[in-house]
C-alpha cells in the first residue's frame, strides 16, 4: 500500500523559512518522480516543485531561488526547503510520486496526473503579515 507522512506545515510570518518532509512507502522511491503540490482555496491546484530519479530539480518560477527541494533515497523522503515565505505561499502542500515520468522530468507534471502516482494527504503552510 502506498502510503505518505508530510510534515513540517504550520502558521508562520512572512520572510521565515520551513522545512516540509514527505516519508513515502509501498512503492519504488527510487525510480519514482517525486514533487510537492499545492492548493490555495482561491488558486488552481499547482505543482511547485519535482525532482527526478536523477535528482534534478524542477521549480515554479513562484518560488525558483527561494525552495529547495532535495531527497534522500535511502530513507525515501523527499524535502522542500522553502525560504522568504510569501502570504502568497499560503495552501496546503501534498507531496506527490509518479510512477512513471512521460515528461521527462518534472516540468509537465501537474495536478490532473494523479491517476499516473500518488499523493499524501497534505499540510498546511499560513503565511501571516
Known amino acids: 500500500e502506498v502510503y505518505f507522512v508530510e510534515s513540517g506545515g504550520g502558521s508562520l510570518q512572512a520572510g521565515v523559512s520551513l522545512i516540509l518532509s514527505c516519508t513515502a512507502s509501498g512503492f519504488t522511491f527510487d525510480d519514482s518522480l517525486m514533487g510537492w503540490f499545492r492548493q490555495a482555496p482561491v488558486t488552481e491546484c499547482e505543482q511547485v516543485s519535482s525532482?527526478?530519479?536523477?535528482?534534478?530539480?524542477y521549480y515554479i518560477g513562484a518560488v525558483k531561488g527561494r525552495f529547495t527541494i532535495s531527497k534522500d533515497n535511502a530513507k525515501n523522503i523527499v524535502y522542500l526547503q522553502m525560504e522568504r515565505l510569501k502570504l502568497e505561499d499560503t495552501a496546503e502542500y501534498h507531496c506527490?510520486?509518479?510512477?512513471?515520468?512521460?515528461?521527462?522530468?518534472?516540468?509537465?507534471?501537474?495536478?490532473?496526473?494523479?491517476?499516473?502516482?500518488?499523493w499524501g494527504q497534505g499540510t498546511q503552510v499560513t503565511v501571516s503579515s
Open positions: 525532482i527526478d530519479i536523477n535528482g534534478r530539480p
Open positions: 506527490g510520486a509518479a510512477f512513471r515520468d512521460p515528461w521527462m522530468g518534472g516540468r509537465g507534471w501537474t495536478c490532473g496526473d494523479r491517476h499516473l502516482g500518488a
